[in-house]
């Protein structure tokens, strides 16, 4: 038979041969974790510190912030910044809103979203305002150059505007969204901002008397903002005058509201005087105005003669309305068509509707 080899009395011992080919993933995986956590330390120590030189950068300019039980949290993935609430104020003006939080993705740090409780309580000068809603977010997209785009979305904002003259004025907001993005081709040079606000079922009682209807107003609005860029953090009236002095604009390119059997079509511009007051013009188109039209003019001419002017714009803007469908009968003419009114201006401080002045109305200096 054959005989199994002996091993040598005092010969090499075999080595045992080590598995860390097994191990291996497992202490790669501890060691990522390790080093992420540690950079997720780092990172927030690193926001905690600009965050408070921003705090002191601001107070040293007049502003002064207070974010009421500050927190940091978030790990593994994201940042999440908490306010119990938060306070501003400077010499000029000071508000209070609820809770916040700000969240932002590690691996996205320029993408910041942001979600608010109410109240929202602002004072400027004796103008004041209080605000509450149902929901509020926001999102910031942040850009080398500024941002790329921004939105607000708000679900059943109401509260109410005080001034001494008109007064208290009541408001409520089914739903308001309001996105902003860098006008293509136009930011770099003109400092333009393309704005969106979008309005569903708006109700401002105080307006229901002058526009004889109490439904609620849906309101559509695309503008361009020339020279946004040259607006600030400082007071509101240096940023309107540093504005004006850019010679910044309001350009509107749709404007639809509708109330009720009532709509309003408007696209023009609109800027500052050199005494700061609107300045601009506006085509306008609508339907079921012309009550409106005769109550406005009835305030300076008397009802009967409001009514008569009322009538005439009426009879005007029909004439307009079948010149425009080919001399078509009126009983042929789409009822729901919008009719073009004279052209709305704004200048020296009045509101001109065609030849005719809107009475009761003159344009103070915004500042």
């Not at 809770?99 to 320029?110: G, K, S």
């Not at 910031?140 to 001034?163: E, I, N, W």
């Not at 910044?248 to 005494?275: I, N, W, Y």
């Amino acid at each position: 038979m054959a005989q199994t080899p002996q091993p040598i009395p005092g010969g090499p011992t075999a080595r045992p041969r080590w598995r860390i080919g097994l191990f291996l993933p497992f202490l790669l995986l501890a060691a990522l974790v390790l080093a992420w956590t540690i950079g997720w330390f780092v990172i927030r120590a690193k926001a905690q510190s600009e965050m408070d030189a921003w705090f002191a950068r601001e107070a040293q300019a007049g502003r002064d912030w207070t974010c009421t039980d500050r927190s940091i949290t978030g790990f593994p993935f994201r940042l999440e910044l908490r306010c119990a609430s938060v306070r501003f104020a400077r010499s000029d003006s000071r508000f209070t809103l609820g809770p916040i939080t700000a969240l932002v993705q590690i691996y996205d740090p320029r993408h910041v979203l942001l979600q608010a409780a109410g109240p929202f309580t602002v004072q400027q000068g004796d103008v004041g305002a209080d605000v509450t809603w149902t929901s509020l977010a926001a999102s910031v997209h942040a850009a080398s150059d500024g941002f790329s785009r921004a939105s607000l979305v708000v679900d059943g904002p109401k509260g109410v505007v005080t001034a001494p003259d008109p007064g208290p004025i009541d408001f409520a907001v089914g739903h308001l969204e309001l996105h902003a993005r860098p006008t293509p081709g136009r930011f770099a040079t003109d400092g333009a901002v393309d704005v969106s606000l979008r309005l569903a079922k708006a109700a401002v009682p105080r307006l229901d008397a002058l526009t004889g209807s109490a439904d609620p107003a849906d309101l559509d609005l695309d503008t361009t903002i020339e020279q946004a860029t040259v607006l600030r953090t400082g007071t509101i009236a240096r940023e309107l005058e540093k504005w004006r002095q850019a010679e910044g604009r309001l350009d509107v390119t749709q404007l639809a509201l509708v109330k009720g059997e009532r709509r309003l079509q408007a696209k023009g511009a609109v800027g500052l005087d050199g005494q700061h007051r609107p300045e601009g013009r506006f085509e306008l188109r609508a339907l079921g105005l012309e009550a409106l039209v005769g109550q406005v003019m009835g305030q300076r001419f008397g009802a009967d003669k409001g009514a008569l002017i009322g009538n005439i714009v009426g009879q005007f803007l029909g004439g307009l309305r079948r010149k425009e469908a080919g001399d078509a009968p009126a009983a042929e003419a789409a009822p729901d068509a919008l009719k073009p009114l004279p052209t709305l201006k704004l200048g020296d401080g009045r509101l001109m509707l065609g030849p005719f002045a809107v009475p009761n109305v003159v344009l103070p200096p915004l500042y």
